[in-house]
Every structure is written in structure tokens, then in C-alpha cells.
Nanobody, 121 residues
Framework: QVQLVESGGGLVQPGGSLRLSCAPSGSVFSVYTMGWYRQPPGKQRELVATITSGGSTNYANSVKGRFAISRDNAKNTVYLQMNSLKPEDTAVYYC???????????????WGQGAQVTVSS
């Protein structure tokens, strides 16, 4: 069974940088849109950024100019480069991917287990 595996979270000081990575753990047939969402403490999950298989990106206003989403289609991996981090960026960050595991299967939504990002001095 395919799972999305995230890495790269941690503790960073305000103004610092972190890079998150996410890739499927098993074999997939095709990966479509990939993205990152986050859930701050006591709040609902929210969109951070998405990227299509063709490279078109979409960002939440709160991260524009500071975060950059990218992907390596050969590795089915999505990245989130986070710069100029602020305490309000503290959240659990979840990877998301719309993918098919087989040619005959349906497209489905997959989520990672979550990576904690804490921005604090």
C-alpha cells in the first residue's frame, strides 16, 4: 500500500529556513497535483502550496515570497523550501498527492503522516 513519507521538519529560529520533502513509499503509476497543507495548534488544516505535474504553482497569501514548492517528477518527490520563517508558521505540515497506483486504478488522494515545524527563539 502506498504511503507518503515526509522528512525535514524540526525546530528553527525566526528568520531561519527549513526544507521539507515528501515521496510515495511504494510503486505508483502516475502522480498528478502534489501539495503541502499545515495545521497550526488549535486551528484547522489550511493550504500552503500546490504544484501540478506541469509545474504550475499556487500559494497561500501568507507564504508568498517566503516559501517555494517544487517537484522532481522522476522521483515523484515534492519539496517545500521555507525561508524567513515566522512563529506563526509553526504547525504540523502535511504532504498531499493526487495519484494512481496502477494504470487501471482510479485517481485518489493520499496524505503524509505530518511533519512538525516549530519556529521559536
Amino acid at each position: 500500500q502506498v504511503q507518503l513519507v515526509e522528512s525535514g521538519g524540526g525546530l528553527v529560529q525566526p528568520g531561519g529556513s527549513l526544507r521539507l520533502s515528501c515521496a510515495p513509499s511504494g510503486s505508483v503509476f502516475s502522480v498528478y497535483t502534489m501539495g503541502w497543507y499545515r495545521q497550526p495548534p488549535g486551528k484547522q488544516r489550511e493550504l500552503v502550496a500546490t504544484i501540478t505535474s506541469g509545474g504550475s504553482t499556487n500559494y497561500a497569501n501568507s507564504v508568498k515570497g517566503r516559501f517555494a514548492i517544487s517537484r522532481d517528477n522522476a522521483k515523484n518527490t515534492v519539496y517545500l523550501q521555507m525561508n524567513s520563517l515566522k512563529p506563526e508558521d509553526t504547525a504540523v505540515y502535511y504532504c498531499n498527492a493526487d495519484l494512481k497506483t496502477t494504470n487501471w486504478g482510479r485517481r485518489d488522494d493520499y496524505w503524509g503522516q505530518g511533519a512538525q515545524v516549530t519556529v521559536s527563539s
